[in-house]
C-alpha cells in the first residue's frame, strides 16, 4: 500500500489524481491533502479519503475545517504543514499540484526527503531548475513528469532514463551541456536528436490577431481540449504554457533550448514526441485527459487503469501539425530567449506572468497587456546564476515589483 500526499488537492489536477486513486484502493492509501481557499470540497475529500493529515494556508481556514472533519484527521495550516506532509517518513509519494511559485518549497520539501515526487508544479522547475535537479540528485528522489507533454517524453524515451537519471549527469549551469556533442548534432541522451512539444495553440489559434485585445477572462480559459485551473489556461491561451514547458523540458530531460521543437497540434491526441538519430519518432497519443499522466505516474514502473476513454484513432480522424506564429504567441518567442540565458531569467519570466496574468483574470488589464507586462519586466533583465534558493526568491521579488510598476503605466 502506498501512502500518498497531493498538494494542491482541490484544483484540477488534485481532483483528477484522487478519481484515479480512488479506482484502486488496494493501492493507494491517502496520507494527507492540501488546499487553499476550497474548504468545502476539502472537507468533502477528506471525508471521502479519511487522511491522516490535512493542510491549509491560514490559522483562520485551519479553525474553520476543524469543525468540518472527522477527529481521525489533524489539521495544519502554513508552510511548515506543508513542508512536514510532503517529507513526512511514512509517506511513499508526493503529488505536487498547487499552482505557481508557492508549490516550490513544499515541492523541494518532498524532494530533499528523496520522496518520489509527481511534478504538475511547472513552475518550480522553471523557477529554480539547476537548484532542483542539484537536490533531486543529492537525495536519490524519483521525477516523474505529470505535464502531459513531459510525461509523453519520458514515455518515449529509452526504458533506462528516468529523470533522477537525468539529473545524475548533469552538469553544472545551464542544462543540455553534459553531452559532448549536444549541439545541432543532438542531445545527451543515448540516440536522442530532438524532442518535440505539442501544443493545442489554446482558445486563440486561428482568430484574428487584432482581436485579441478585446478577448474576455472566461474565453481565454475556455481551452478547446483540457479542463484546467484558470491560471494554467490563460497560459495556454497566450501560449507561455509552451514557453515554461520549454525550460521545464530543459532541466528534466537535460537538453539545450535549440533540442526542443515547438509543434502546435489542435488535436491535443499526440502530447509530445521524441526524435531519434536514425530518423525514428516515436509518439505518445492518447485522449486529452490528465488521468492518463497521472496513472501512469502513480503506477511507474508499472500500468494501471486511469478511467480515461481509449482513443478510437477511426473517430478521431485526421491528426493536424502546424509552426506556431510568433506574432500571434509573442509569449513563446519571449520565453526561448529566455530558456537561452536561464540563471534567475527563467524566475523573473514565471513571476511577471504570474502577476500579469492575475491582473488579466482580475479584469484589470487587457488579455495582449500580458505580454506587454512581462516583456517590461524582462527588458535589461541582467541575468545572475542563483547558487542559492535565496537568489531565487529574491528573482522572484524583484520582477514582481517591476511587473506591478509595469501594470500602473499601462
Ligand atoms: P488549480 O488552480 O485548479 O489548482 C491549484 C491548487 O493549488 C488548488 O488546490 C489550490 O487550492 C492550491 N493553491 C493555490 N494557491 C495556493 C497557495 N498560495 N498555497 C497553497 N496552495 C495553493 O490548478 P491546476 O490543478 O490546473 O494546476 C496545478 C499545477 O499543475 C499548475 O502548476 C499547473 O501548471 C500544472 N499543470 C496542470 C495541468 C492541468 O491539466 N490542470 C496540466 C499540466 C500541468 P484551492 O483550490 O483550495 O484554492
Ligand atoms: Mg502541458
Known amino acids: ?19 484515479v486513486v480512488a479506482r484502486h484502493p488496494d493501492r493507494f492509501s491517502v496520507f494527507a491533502l492540501t488546499a487553499h481557499t476550497r474548504l468545502e470540497q476539502l472537507a468533502a475529500q477528506c471525508h471521502q479519503f479519511r487522511p491522516r493529515y490535512v493542510v491549509v494556508t491560514s490559522e483562520k481556514t485551519a479553525q474553520l475545517l476543524t469543525q468540518q472533519v472527522s477527529s481521525e484527521t489533524v489539521v495544519l495550516w502554513g508552510s511548515e504543514g506543508l513542508a512536514m506532509v510532503a517529507s513526512h517518513d ?18 523541494l520539501a518532498a524532494v530533499h526527503a528523496g520522496k518520489k515526487v509527481l511534478l504538475a508544479n511547472k513552475e518550480a522547475l522553471v523557477m529554480a531548475g539547476g537548484l532542483f535537479m542539484e537536490a533531486v540528485r543529492c537525495s536519490g528522489a524519483t521525477l516523474l513528469p505529470i505535464d502531459s507533454e513531459h510525461n509523453a517524453i519520458f514515455q518515449c524515451l529509452p526504458q533506462s532514463f528516468a529523470c533522477v537519471g537525468a539529473a545524475e ?122 488521468r492518463v499522466p497521472i496513472a501512469h505516474a502513480l503506477a511507474w514502473p508499472e500500468r494501471m487503469e486511469s478511467g480515461a476513454a481509449m482513443l478510437d484513432l477511426v473517430a478521431t480522424g485526421a491528426l493536424n501539425f502546424e509552426q506556431p506564429h510568433l506574432q500571434r504567441f509573442p509569449c513563446l518567442g519571449l520565453a526561448r530567449e529566455v530558456a537561452k540565458v536561464m540563471g534567475d531569467a527563467p524566475a523573473a519570466l514565471n513571476a511577471a506572468n504570474e502577476v500579469a496574468v492575475e491582473a488579466f483574470l482580475a479584469g484589470r488589464i487587457n488579455f495582449t497587456d500580458i505580454i506587454r507586462v512581462v516583456d517590461s519586466v524582462m527588458q535589461n533583465w541582467s541575468m545572475t546564476e542563483p547558487s542559492h534558493l535565496v537568489m531565487v526568491q529574491e528573482a522572484d521579488t524583484r520582477a514582481r515589483n517591476r511587473a506591478v510598476e509595469s501594470l500602473n503605466r499601462l
Open 1 to 19: 500500500m502506498q501512502q500518498l500526499t497531493i498538494l494542491g488537492a482541490t484544483g484540477s489536477i488534485g481532483v483528477n489524481t484522487l478519481d
Open 169 to 290: 549527469k548533469l552538469s553544472a549551469g545551464a542544462p543540455g551541456n553534459s553531452g559532448s556533442e549536444a549541439s545541432n548534432q543532438g542531445t545527451s541522451l543515448p540516440g536522442v536528436r530532438r524532442l518535440l512539444l505539442s501544443g493545442s495553440g489554446g482558445p486563440f489559434r486561428i482568430i484574428p490577431v487584432d482581436e485579441l485585445t478585446t478577448v474576455t477572462p472566461d474565453q481565454a480559459c475556455a481551452h478547446p481540449n483540457w479542463k484546467m485551473g484558470r491560471k494554467i489556461s490563460v497560459d495556454s491561451a497566450t501560449m507561455m504554457n509552451k514557453g515554461l514547458e520549454l525550460i521545464e523540458a530543459c532541466w528534466l530531460f537535460d537538453v539545450g533550448e535549440a533540442q526542443v521543437e515547438i509543434v502546435i497540434h489542435p488535436q491535443s491526441i499526440v502530447h509530445s514526441l521524441v526524435e531519434y538519430v536514425d530518423g525514428s519518432m516515436l509518439a505518445q497519443l492518447g485522449n486529452p485527459d490528465m
Open 90 to 107: 511514512k509517506v511513499d509519494m508526493v503529488m505536487a499540484a498547487i499552482v505557481g511559485a508557492a508549490g516550490l518549497m513544499p515541492t
